[in-house]
């Protein structure tokens, strides 16, 4: 199943920069049962691959979960060995695409610039994150979707918050990245669950405008 295809229902990637492994099974039971169906556990976070080893045993199949800001190649042996399923990066670099990729699992690197929206494309990318949005505009987003394969799908990420998707939704984003809007270190999972429902919410209103 395609990336499209498996988060087609709720496009929102959950970024839980900082959790630690303690809490990674209960707050990814929250945002799965809030609807979200990908999870991103980030390498600059403690102990980053017990958390997804956690998280994985917790939801299984009822979420894509996985690693970001991965850099290194090395790095993306050890998200299958915890058994995640998908690598984001903050950047562009074919060869952490490719050894994605060549280990069956699901990339999604960023961009901000056309170039480098075509050169993790041509790497194998499954889909792309603009990042970091803030310093984006809807404007921006346009003008490279007009120019990218129709079928790209395009999470934006960075100042996500429930009151801003829908500008991005009317120029082409597929999803959206959510990071401490969402969660941060110290907030339990009942704090998350509640914030999570919130974007789930905006999510479907946006869908009707």
């Given amino acids: 199943m395609?990336?499209?295809?498996?988060?087609?229902?709720?496009?929102?990637?959950?970024?839980?920069?900082?959790i630690r492994p303690e809490e990674a099974?209960?707050?990814?039971?929250?945002l799965v049962e809030a609807g979200f169906l990908c999870l991103e556990v980030p390498l600059n976070s403690p102990e980053p691959f017990a958390s997804i080893r956690a998280?994985?045993?917790?939801?299984?199949?009822?979420?894509?979960?996985?690693?970001?800001?991965?850099l290194d190649v090395a790095d993306v042996e050890l998200v299958r060995e915890a058994g995640g399923e998908i690598v984001?990066?903050?950047?562009?670099?074919?060869?952490?695409?490719?050894?994605?990729?060549?280990?069956?699992?699901?990339?999604?690197?960023a961009f901000f610039t056309p170039?480098?929206?075509?050169s993790a494309l041509k790497a194998g990318a499954d889909g792309l994150k603009l990042f970091p949005a803030e310093a984006a505009s809807p404007s921006t987003l346009k003008a490279i979707r007009a120019v990218l394969p129709k079928d790209t799908a395009v999470f934006v990420v960075g100042g996500v918050t429930p009151v801003n998707m829908s500008p991005?939704?009317?120029?082409?984003?597929?999803?959206?990245?959510?990071?401490s809007s969402l969660y941060a270190p110290g907030r339990d999972a009942s704090d998350v669950a509640s914030r999570a429902?919130?974007?789930?919410?905006?999510?479907r209103q946006s869908d009707r405008i």
């Fill in 25 to 30: 099974a209960d707050v990814g039971l929250a």
């Fill in 168 to 179: 991005w939704r009317d120029v082409g984003a597929f999803g959206f990245g959510i990071g």
């Fill in 55 to 70: 998280m994985k045993d917790a939801v299984g199949d009822q979420a894509l979960v996985g690693a970001g800001t991965v």
């Fill in 115 to 118: 170039s480098e929206a075509f």
């Fill in 88 to 109: 984001i990066s903050p950047n562009c670099d074919p060869a952490v695409i490719a050894a994605t990729k060549a280990l069956g699992l699901t990339s999604m690197p």
């Fill in 2 to 18: 395609s990336l499209t295809e498996r988060l087609a229902p709720l496009p929102l990637v959950a970024i839980l920069r900082g």
């Fill in 197 to 203: 429902r919130a974007f789930v919410s905006a999510w």
